[in-house]
C-alpha cells in the first residue's frame, strides 16, 4: 500500500529492540537505512517475539498475541498474598492489557487505583478474576490483513 506514492509502514520500539513492517518500499527503505547504524542481524522468521509479544503469520494475515504470557500468570492466594504479590500481578495485567487486551483494561484501571499495602481481599479477587479472564479466552489476538 502506498499513500501519495510514499512507501507505508509501522516502526515499534521497545527499549533497544525494534520491529518495522510495511510494504515493499518500506522494507527497501529500512534496508538502505539501518545500513548506516550498527544494527542486529535481520530475523524475518515468523512466528517471532516481540517485547513479550507472538508474531505470527496465516493465511497472509499478522496476528499479535500474547496467550503464552498470559497463561504463566498465577492467580493469588486469597488467604496469604503479600503487598508485592499483588503489585506484581497487577503489573502483569497492565502490560497485557496495554499490549493485546484491551478487555481487561478497565480492571487493570481500576485496580491501580487500590494501594498494594492496602489491597484487600475483594481486590486481590478483582485481579484473579482477570487473570482466569485472560487465561479462559483466546480474545485480544489483533489481526492485521495484507
Known sequence: MKIEGKPVGIIGILVDDTLGCGNDGFIKFEEISSKKFDVKERDTTLPMKFGGITIGKANGVLSANQINYGNTFKCLD???FTPKDFSHLRGQIGYIASGTRP???FNYAFLSQVKA???T????QEL???VKKIQKSKLGILLYPN
Request: charged content about 40%.
Open 78 to 80: 486469597l488467604s496469604r
Open 103 to 105: 478487555d481487561v483494561g
Open 117 to 119: 499495602d492496602e489491597a
Open 121 to 124: 481481599k475483594s481486590d486481590a
Open 128 to 130: 484473579n478474576s482477570s
